[in-house]
């Protein structure tokens, strides 16, 4: 019996050089540990608008939708940088998230001890990171109506809209408070309630999810601006952070930072619980087509692996497989494997891409 169906969308840039890692591990998934998924692979990104004309084209929106997880690389690069505004390869992966109700993005942030030094920060400041970040992924400035650019006397206006619904808060509350539950118990909700009506309703509805479904969990709320500058100065103080989906683009790449490298970043994109236990799920790494190393063979898979492991806990109920996923990656790091994204100014002697596959899969097999 199959284990699950993954379609597989590798995207630009690095995206197609870091997903041909990850196929090699579910590959040996399916030799030896006997999870045979079905997998199948479509265009997303600059990649469809070359074949389609369109970032995403209607039958992947589709395959998508029906498939139970979705594995994405990254989409983008110059190549596309002057195309209309409704092609441009980043709408696609925007569909993806909004036509599949994927509101709940997590992105953990963890510092493996191995990379400690590596980090732009104290090794005291970040050694035994180990935070979540939730970020609303569906709503926002990213989709509030009236958006685009007008035309106003004689001058253009540029407009976007910062829109949130109490049931949009509330739900993506609640994904965060679930985790904190199965992790350090804590939340920090940050928004701008200094400034912003919609800061005002977020602060008010996630305080009320608390206090009436989850008041065993210790909530904090802390002004978005003042979350980055703690991030930076102690984010050991964090467990879970809830936030929007602005705000939550921003933190999670300074929490990216903490860990020493954007290449080292997972995340999870879930929509809500379904009847089979299985959420409408994407997974792909924070980073972006890194089109200044793409096709050199630079580029750090482990965001794209640690991404897959995600998947293996969420989509496929595996959280054994994915803890020894993770512990192979932390395995390689601890003997001193690096892309070059991982070398400090003195570092020397980095593998490939492929290189630092193939040292995973050898701790793979050395977990058996
Ligand atoms: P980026 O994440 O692509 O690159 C930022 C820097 O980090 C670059 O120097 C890059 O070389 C480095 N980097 C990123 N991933 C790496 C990896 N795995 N290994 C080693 N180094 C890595 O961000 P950007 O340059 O701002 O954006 C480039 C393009 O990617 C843009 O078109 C942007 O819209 C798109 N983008 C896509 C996604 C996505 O697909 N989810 C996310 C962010 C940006
Ligand atoms: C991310 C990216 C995307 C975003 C872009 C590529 C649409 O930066 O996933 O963090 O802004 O959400
Ligand atoms: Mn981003």
Known sequence: MSTGSILILPGDGIGPEVMAQVRRIIDWYGAKRGLSFDVSEDLVGGAAYDAHGVPLADETMARAQEADAVLLGAVGGPKYDDLDFSVKPERGLLRLRKEMDLYANLRPAQCFDALADFSSL??????????????????????????????????????????????????????????????????????KANVMESGILWREVVQKVHDE?????????????????????????????????????????????????LGMLPSASLGAPAANGRPKALYEPVHGSAPDIA??????????????????????????????????????????????????????????TEGMGDAILKALDASL
């Open 122 to 191: 104290k090794r005291d400041v970040v050694a035994g990171l180990d935070i979540m970040i939730v970020r609303e992924l569906t709503s926002g400035v990213y989709f509030g109506e009236p958006r685009g650019i007008f035309t106003e006397g004689n001058e253009r206006v540029g407009i976007n809209t910062q829109r949130y619904t109490e049931s949009e808060i509330a739900r993506v509350a609640r994904s965060a408070f679930e985790l904190a539950r199965k992790r350090g118990g804590k939340v920090c909700s940050m928004e």
């Open 213 to 261: 479904e989850y008041p065993d969990v210790e909530l904090s709320h802390m002004y978005a601006d003042a979350g980055a500058m703690q991030l930076t100065r102690w984010p050991k103080q964090f467990d879970v952070i809830v936030t929007d989906n602005l705000f939550g683009d921003l933190l999670s790449d300074v929490a990216a930072m903490l860990t020493g490298s």
């Open 295 to 352: 096709g050199q063979g630079k580029a750090n898979p482990i965001a794209c692996i640690l991404s897959f492991a995600m998947a293996l806990r969420y989509s496929f109920d595996e959280g054994v497989e994915a803890d020894r996923l993770e512990a192979a990656v932390e395995k390689v790091l601890a003997d001193g494997v690096r892309t070059p994204d991982l070398l400090g100014e003195e570092g020397t002697d980095p593998v490939t």
